[in-house]
């Protein structure tokens, strides 16, 4: 039987989802709802649905980076959006992530049991080597992991959350950032952004984050008003040193050598 999870803030669609479909037509079971992204995700990561129906236009919440992490995480999940968010570049970005269905807000349920139908036959595609209970991971590879540890999932999903987790570390460099704050940014485990991180670009969080801080730093040298101690600061570095031997591994030349060079 296919487990399908809900997500939408308006209780009156999730309550009518859940109990208005004859869910055993298509030997589904509702095993899940939420009323957020953030919920969505926690409830989807429990139960580890084979379908999802889900809004992507809840406030406060970026809807394409929801739906990139689901992709990226669970690239066995089949994906329907149903939303009143009525842009056609967000439902064509929507579908290129691997969304089976792009419904508007209101549907019929002649087009809610279309998406149902088309989400179910593609879950029969779906490999039994694949297939796990909700919640055991003994054994198994993890969500978008294969069992030789590689990267799997959707490369668009994947390319696209990298994206926005790199935009995010550029937005805030110079705080004391961590993996879980980008993470929880693009909606995944931290576990599983480093992952990502490592597949896409070949470099991990750390390596990333140095690299970004330093780009940002050699700029900040051209100005002769500016201390390195003082920059070091600004780029996130509370320890001079620190920032010192970073600098000198990834521009070969130290700090004030560089502002030697550049000035």
Same mark, same amino acid.
């Given at each position: 039987?296919?487990?399908?999870?809900?997500?939408?803030? +308006?209780?009156?669609?999730?309550?009518?989802?859940?109990?208005?479909?004859? !869910?055993? *037509? !298509?030997?589904?079971?509702?095993?899940?709802?939420?009323?957020?992204?953030?919920?969505?995700?926690?409830?989807?990561?429990?139960?580890?649905?084979?379908?999802?129906?889900?809004?992507?236009?809840?406030?406060?919440?970026?809807?394409?980076?929801?739906?990139?992490?689901?992709?990226?995480?669970?690239?066995?999940?089949?994906?329907?959006?149903?939303?009143?968010?009525?842009?056609?570049?967000?439902?064509?970005?929507?579908?290129?992530?691997?969304?089976?269905?792009?419904?508007?807000?209101? =549907?019929?349920?002649?087009?809610?049991?279309?998406?149902?139908?088309?989400?179910?036959?593609?879950?029969?595609?779906?490999?039994?080597?694949?297939?796990?209970?909700? &919640?055991?991971?003994?054994?198994?590879?993890?969500?978008?992991?294969?069992?030789? &540890?590689?990267?799997?999932?959707?490369?668009?999903?994947?390319?696209?959350?990298?994206?926005?987790?790199?935009? @995010?570390?550029?937005? /805030? @460099?110079?705080?004391?950032?961590?993996?879980?704050?980008?993470?929880?940014?693009?909606?995944?485990?931290? !576990? /599983? $952004?480093?992952?990502?991180?490592?597949?896409?670009?070949?470099?991990? #969080? =750390? +390596? $990333?984050?140095?690299?970004?801080?330093?780009?940002?730093?050699?700029?900040?040298? *051209?100005?002769?008003? $500016?201390?390195?101690?003082?920059?070091? +600061?600004?780029?996130?570095?509370?320890?001079?040193?620190? #920032?010192?031997?970073?600098?000198?591994?990834?521009?070969?030349?130290?700090?004030?050598? @560089?502002?030697?060079?550049?000035?």
């Amino acid at each position: 039987m296919y487990r399908v999870v809900i997500v939408d803030d +308006e209780p009156v669609i999730v309550e009518g989802l859940s109990k208005g479909i004859e !869910w055993e *037509k !298509w030997n589904c079971k509702v095993a899940g709802t939420a009323g957020s992204s953030a919920e969505g995700i926690r409830v989807i990561r429990s139960v580890r649905p084979d379908l999802l129906i889900t809004d992507i236009s809840m406030p406060g919440e970026d809807g394409l980076v929801m739906i990139a992490a689901l992709r990226s995480e669970f690239p066995d999940m089949q994906v329907s959006i149903l939303t009143g968010y009525r842009e056609f570049d967000y439902a064509k970005r929507a579908l290129e992530l691997g969304v089976t269905r792009f419904l508007l807000k209101p =549907s019929k349920f002649a087009e809610l049991e279309e998406a149902i139908t088309a989400m179910t036959e593609r879950a029969k595609e779906r490999p039994a080597a694949l297939e796990t209970e909700p &919640g055991a991971n003994g054994g198994h590879a993890g969500e978008g992991e294969s069992a030789e &540890g590689e990267l799997t999932g959707d490369p668009g999903a994947n390319n696209f959350l990298v994206h926005n987790a790199m935009e @995010y570390m550029r937005a /805030h @460099y110079s705080d004391k950032i961590r993996l879980i704050d980008v993470a929880d940014h693009v909606y995944v485990s931290q !576990w /599983h $952004l480093s992952k990502l991180l490592n597949g896409v670009t070949g470099k991990n #969080f =750390s +390596e $990333l984050l140095n690299e970004i801080r330093m780009e940002k730093a050699t700029e900040l040298l *051209k100005d002769p008003s $500016l201390r390195i101690s003082d920059i070091a +600061e600004m780029v996130g570095y509370a320890d001079i040193a620190h #920032f010192s031997r970073v600098f000198k591994k990834i521009e070969g030349v130290s700090a004030g050598d @560089y502002r030697n060079k550049s000035c």
